[in-house]
């Protein structure tokens, strides 16, 4: 090309403007106490809050600590507070805080480990205590050679919104149950245990209600419902935990009618 | 024991608070209108003392009127039992469950006997 320069036009890029960041930073060996540090990020219209803090990153300030992979709303691993909400960052826009300075601190509710980043050990823990896989009956399983369990796809559509979930925790960090007694078992694994309960090729709802029906499940939450709102992937556990108190309640006259013909 | 224990108790109290909701959000607002609006100031009907104190003799009103006036405290209870364990008093939690419930039931009674010697 001889032609001389060579101008790629991209739409809405405007790099002379900034955008201030405040940003949580907190070293365990060195801070006694977190602080916010704030830095200039160039303003652009395709930016997410994840770009700008790559760019502190980058060209800023190496010793930031935070956590992401994917930068499309699947890993869920992005989650942080973005002025006081939870939000994935990788789709959170900057052109969407007007005022010229955003605040992005860890994710609230869990232990900071340095920075924005954050222990997951007892969600991680709350995951496995609902036993997020198929289960069967004592002589249930199916041998291989019987083929596959079938199912049809309108039992699919039954739970297939609580597959979605992608363990990001923004709807623990939005649950004011959690914020104050992190024995609930919480959003995100009612909805898995409610995903498993729902499949036609389970058998293991009954192991589950120990966890989800028990004094730490269910019937702790008083829905608020702050974690469908936040929920970037529309599962709804609200309404999963209250679909769970129905169908415990629906348990529990089921019992009372079959009592007397137990004995 | 701890399960079965929440299994059977809290299923109860959850239809009580449920039932209780939907009366105050549905029963509630139309006989606010109609006893404190529409009766006295004459727009519907003539709602004199005498025809109301008659119908509210009729067992199947006082009836109704039981659940509409006993459910609420149970919904009351409930809310009001989370609204203090959440301020931060876990630690009565047994006596705020009593208290509120107990309070209930109390209130129930009481609607029982107000509405037995109508
Ligand atoms: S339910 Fe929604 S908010 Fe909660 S972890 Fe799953 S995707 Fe995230
Ligand atoms: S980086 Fe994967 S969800 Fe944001």
Known sequence: MASGRTYIWKRGISVSESIELEIFRYCPEKDAEPLFKSYQVPFREDWVVLDAINYIKDEL??????????????????????????????????????????????????????????????????????????????????????????????????????????????????????????????????????????????????????????????????????????????????????????????????????????? | MEVELAQSKEPVIWMLFSAGGMISAMVFPVLLLITGFLLPFEIAGDGTFERIHVALKHPLIKLILFFVISLPFFHWAHRFRFTLVDIGLKHVSLMITVCCYGGAILGSILTIIVLWNI
């Open chain 1, 61 to 263: 300030d190496g010793t930031l600590s935070y956590r992401w992979s994917c930068r499309m709303g699947v890993c869920g691993s992005c989650g942080m507070m973005v002025n006081g909400e939870p939000k994935l960052t990788c789709s959170a826009f900057l052109r969407d805080y007007s005022s010229g300075k955003i605040r992005v601190e860890p994710l609230q509710g869990f232990p900071v480990l340095r920075d924005l980043v954050f222990q997951m050990d007892d969600f991680i823990n709350k995951l496995t205590e609902v036993k997020p896989y198929i289960l069967r009956n004592e002589n249930g399983e199916k041998q291989v050679e019987e083929g596959e369990y079938l199912q049809s796809p309108a039992q699919l559509a039954k739970y297939k919104q609580y597959t979605l979930c992608i363990n990001c925790m923004l709807c623990y960090s939005a649950c004011p149950i959690y914020a104050l007694d992190s024995e609930f078992v919480g959003p995100a694994a009612i909805a898995l245990a409610q995903r498993y309960n729902m499949d036609s090729r389970d058998q293991g709802r009954k192991q589950r209600q120990e966890v989800i029906a028990g004094h730490e499940g269910i019937w702790q939450c008083t829905f608020v419902g702050e974690c469908s709102v936040v929920c970037p992937k529309n599962v709804d556990p609200a309404a999963a935990i209250q679909r769970a108190k129905v169908s415990s309640t629906m348990d529990f006259f089921k019992g009372i009618i079959t009592l007397g013909s137990k004995e």
